[in-house]
Nanobody
């Protein structure tokens, strides 16, 4: 089970930190990712991280503003979002894949959280 938290309403230029707490010991050893879905749009890749946390990947629109990280001792993943823009407004989801490496494709993820709303006002 994955539970996201940390979403909310913030002004453009502000910051939020999302957390994704996982239950089940095995998820701590799997790659994970963050995705988002805005109204009327498809779910899109935001960032992903390897099981060790050493390798991270980002979609171009968030590079330099968002940072993905994980603490395997707490079985928790994070997404630090800085310099937020109105176009970042979406429901953010965390996901776990049983594949050996992180992916940008939603269909390669096996477990999903319920999502947390992020709204950035202009």
């Amino acid at each position: 089970q994955l539970v996201e938290s940390g979403g909310g309403l913030v002004q453009a230029g502000g910051s939020l930190r999302l957390s994704c707490a996982a239950s089940g010991r095995t998820s701590a050893t799997y790659p994970k990712g963050w995705f988002r879905q805005a109204p009327g749009k498809e779910r899109e890749f935001v960032a992903s991280i390897s099981s060790s946390g050493e390798d991270t990947y980002y979609t171009n629109s968030v590079k330099g503003r968002f940072t993905i990280s994980r603490d395997n001792t707490k079985n928790t993943m994070y997404l630090q979002m800085n310099r937020l823009k109105p176009e970042d407004t979406a429901v953010y989801y965390c996901a776990v894949t049983s594949a050996s490496s992180p992916s940008r494709w939603p269909y390669e993820y096996d477990y999903w959280g319920q999502g947390t709303q992020v709204t950035v006002s202009s």
